[in-house]
């Protein structure tokens, strides 16, 4: 009798550890890879990158909230409670990065972002899904994209250089990528060469491979010593970036 007991009361136990591992509670409060504090946006509709961590399953349900204020006092510069189709991955493992494309044009300025998750229904009866805490609320730019298209007849400036190198670092954060290791410095009073815009097409190959699967097209991306470097080639550049963002 008291061996039946105890077996009964291992039963139990091991039925209790059961439940508590499939009822383990929300997701982890979420935290992003990207974008990092400040950074800043062209065109306003940024990209997103963050993870959390479940306790069992995957996440499958995101909330997402940008405002003027942080704390999400103000949140009608964009809300959504999503459904998968906008996210990839989705579901999403635990502790995978799932990366989202803001579906809306949001107004230039200081923006504040935050997300929260919520996990699988691991189990039957009453639904156990939890929204998890709201993440850290991260400062982000909107912005114009600066300068505007070269015009025929204009010079090409050294400050053509240096918005985009700016541009493209930000888009290479975006997949964690290192900013690029260009040859030269543009300054005033320095010669523009080749490499100095080629190596900006080359260092858009990256994360352009990991959306599209190819190599960014441009008008500069056969040019070689010799060759002239022409307004289209800057704006070409500038196009990437900008269909980037939108």
């Given at each position: 009798?008291?061996?039946?007991?105890?077996?009964?009361?291992?039963?139990?136990?091991?039925?209790?550890?059961?439940?508590?591992?499939?009822?383990?509670?929300?997701?982890?409060?979420?935290?992003?890879?990207?974008?990092?504090?400040?950074?800043?946006?062209?065109?306003?509709?940024?990209?997103?990158?963050?993870?959390?961590?479940?306790?069992?399953?995957?996440?499958?349900?995101?909330?997402?909230?940008?405002?003027?204020?942080?704390?999400?006092?103000?949140?009608?510069?964009?809300t959504l409670s999503t459904y998968p189709l906008t996210f990839?991955?989705?579901?999403?493992?635990?502790?995978?990065?799932?990366?989202?494309?803001?579906?809306?044009?949001?107004?230039?300025?200081?923006?504040?972002?935050?997300?929260?998750?919520?996990?699988?229904?691991?189990?039957?009866?009453?639904?156990?899904?939890?929204?998890?805490?709201?993440?850290?609320?991260?400062?982000?730019?909107?912005?114009?994209?600066?300068?505007?298209?070269?015009?025929?007849?204009?010079?090409?400036?050294?400050?053509?250089?240096?918005?985009?190198?700016?541009?493209?670092?930000?888009?290479?954060?975006?997949?964690?990528?290192?900013?690029?290791?260009?040859?030269?410095?543009?300054?005033?009073?320095?010669?523009?060469?080749?490499?100095?815009?080629?190596?900006?097409?080359?260092?858009?190959?990256?994360?352009?491979?990991?959306?599209?699967?190819?190599?960014?097209?441009?008008?500069?991306?056969?040019?070689?010593?010799?060759?002239?470097?022409?307004?289209?080639?800057?704006?070409?550049?500038?196009?990437?970036?900008?269909?980037?963002?939108?």
């Amino acid at each position: 009798m008291e061996f039946r007991i105890n077996y009964i009361f291992l039963i139990l136990i091991a039925l209790t550890l059961q439940v508590r591992v499939l009822y383990a509670g929300a997701p982890s409060t979420p935290t992003f890879d990207y974008p990092v504090s400040g950074e800043t946006f062209y065109n306003g509709s940024p990209w997103i990158s963050f993870k959390a961590v479940s306790a069992v399953g995957n996440i499958n349900n995101v909330q997402i909230q940008i405002g003027t204020t942080a704390g999400g006092s103000d949140i009608a510069d964009y809300t959504l409670s999503t459904y998968p189709l906008t996210f990839y991955p989705m579901p999403a493992g635990s502790g995978v990065s799932i990366k989202h494309h803001v579906q809306a044009a949001i107004s230039s300025g200081t923006r504040y972002i935050r997300v929260r998750v919520m996990g699988d229904n691991p189990g039957t009866g009453a639904d156990p899904r939890a929204w998890s805490n709201w993440s850290s609320n991260i400062q982000m730019v909107i912005s114009a994209l600066p300068g505007s298209d070269v015009s025929a007849g204009e010079l090409i400036r050294d400050d053509h250089f240096i918005d985009l190198r700016s541009q493209i670092d930000s888009v290479r954060k975006f997949y964690a990528i290192a900013a690029y290791s260009y040859t030269n410095t543009p300054a005033v009073g320095n010669l523009i060469k080749i490499e100095d815009i080629t190596e900006m097409g080359t260092a858009l190959t990256s994360p352009f491979n990991a959306t599209t699967g190819s190599n960014p097209a441009w008008s500069g991306s056969s040019l070689s010593g010799g060759d002239l470097i022409r307004i289209g080639h800057i704006n070409d550049l500038r196009a990437i970036i900008s269909d980037w963002d939108d």
